[in-house]
């Protein structure tokens, strides 16, 4: 079989009961986690235009606008959703890939409700799609010094995936899905500071979707789009440059190794890059009781590809806030936190938080070669006394390898559910997610998400 085909093959005859049993566990940690993101997303700025704008093409309603209070097309639910899940910047990804499943969760909820899919179908669709969408970005790495951005490229087949999982398409079915997926897949890095950064995930979702729906009534496409052949270059090799695609990645470990294991999470409502600095200088902060009126600066040392992402100064709205790093610090230096309450409008206006960005210097440390999540980051608070405290930082709260409890996480959900679910209807969807497994259908738990 070629490479193509033994994905097609793995997404077909893979079963829940395949998966390890922490990988489902974790996988509705994830679930639980994301939908409180696409709620919360679905009331910032870009989510409120892109729930109007859904709202006014229209579309036969067959799933939920999570949040939205209406329903729509399957793929006109899946850019919404898609676009909740990014613009709150509190979900993650895997690495070195960084590919996440904020090109999964959107899709398999609204899908998995018109289909009448269980919750078992549902989480073995989340966890098989993203083990083929991060398994291709591993094989295309060096994309992303083309520019390309990772989350929508590759997040284009982990919809697909999805998608045909829940409609049970079969193997040459999805493999037209993914040769029409490839003719949408597309994002570029340069939108990092602007709302078609967090859209770009939502035309991910949308994208997915549209390819299996079109693959399911007969569209064909060329079965061996990830290979190379007489026909011209596969997918891999026109993303990451001929030479460059290293296609044995893609099957590398599949069905045996799940990356789905090694998603982050997110304790801060903001970009990956910020979360180890923002929860070092917290550390000093409450360890050494540092009031704002001591601080005379503040030293961040980074990766220079870190200090790229996030040498934003003056963020151009509230949502920017969050892939700001002088902005986190403010957060913490001025009120001890860096929760979704500092990255906001107000706060971005805020005369304290202005001044208080300022003092915030960021270091570039060439000699630093760890790819991230990998290496440390060193915060440096000095003080006006001429007192200076120190700490250097590997991983953080979120991070695979120091995850949050599940205790946290349900704090984290509600807390982002909190000015749209009832107290009530939080803690049912909650035991809905963590009951998956045991559930015929979602539709209890899609009223709830949808109609708030």
């Not at 026909?231 to 990356?259: C, M, N, P, W």
């Not at 409450?286 to 030293?299: C, L």
């Not at 409890?405 to 809905?432: C, N």
Request: proline letters at 5%; one cysteine or more; a negative charge.
């Amino acid at each position: 079989m070629t490479v193509t085909e033994q994905v097609a093959r793995f997404v077909v005859d893979t079963d829940l009961n395949d998966i390890p049993e922490r990988t489902v566990q974790y996988a509705k940690e994830l679930a639980l986690s994301n939908l409180g993101s696409m709620i919360w997303g679905s009331t910032l700025p870009a989510g409120k235009i892109v729930t109007k704008f859904v709202r006014d093409i229209g579309g036969t309603p067959e799933a939920g606008v999570i949040g939205g209070g209406y329903k729509t097309s399957l793929p006109n639910a899946a850019l919404a959703n898609g676009n909740f899940a990014h613009s709150s910047e509190w979900e993650g990804d895997s690495r070195p890939e960084m590919v996440g499943v904020m090109t999964v969760f959107p899709v398999v909820f609204p899908v998995a409700e018109k289909a009448g899919a269980s919750g078992k179908e549902l989480l073995a669709a989340a966890i098989i799609a993203h083990e083929v969408q991060s398994r291709i970005g591993l094989a295309c790495l060096p994309s992303t010094n083309r520019g390309f951005f990772a989350v929508p490229v590759f997040g284009n087949f982990g919809a697909a995936v999805a998608t045909a999982r829940l409609l049970k398409l079969n193997a040459a079915q999805i493999l037209n899905a993914f040769g029409l997926v490839t003719s949408q897949a597309a994002g570029t890095l340069r939108h990092h500071s602007t709302m078609t950064h967090f859209v770009e995930t939502g035309f991910a979702c949308r994208n997915g979707v549209t390819a299996a729906l079109l693959a399911g009534e007969g569209i064909n496409a060329d079965k061996n789009i990830l290979e190379d052949t007489g026909h011209g270059l596969g997918f891999g090799s026109a993303v990451a440059g001929k030479g460059d695609y290293v296609i044995d990645k893609v099957t590398e470990g599949l069905g045996q190794e799940f990356r789905f294991n090694l998603l982050d999470t997110k304790n801060f409502p903001c970009h990956s890059l910020l979360q180890r600095p923002l929860e070092a200088a917290l550390h000093l902060v409450k360890e050494h009781r540092i009031a704002y009126g001591d601080v005379a600066s503040v030293e961040v040392e980074m990766s220079p590809g870190a200090v790229h992402e996030l040498d934003l100064l003056e963020p151009p709205d509230g949502e920017h806030t969050r892939v700001s790093l002088q902005h986190g610090m403010a957060g913490v230096l001025l009120e001890k936190r860096a929760d979704r309450r500092i990255f906001t409008e107000e706060k971005l206006g805020d005369p304290r938080f202005k001044g208080a960005r300022r003092k915030v210097k960021l270091t570039p440390r060439p000699d630093w070669t760890a790819s991230w999540p990998e290496g440390f980051d060193i915060v440096t608070i000095r003080l006006k006394n001429g007192q200076e405290h120190s700490v250097k930082w590997e991983a953080w709260r979120g991070c695979h390898k120091t995850p949050m409890t599940t205790d946290e996480l349900i704090a984290k959900y509600k807390d982002a559910t909190s000015e749209v679910l009832t107290p009530a209807r939080a803690d049912r969807s909650i035991e809905l997610v963590f009951g998956l497994e045991k559930l015929k259908d979602i539709s209890e738990l899609a009223e709830i998400i949808t109609f708030p």
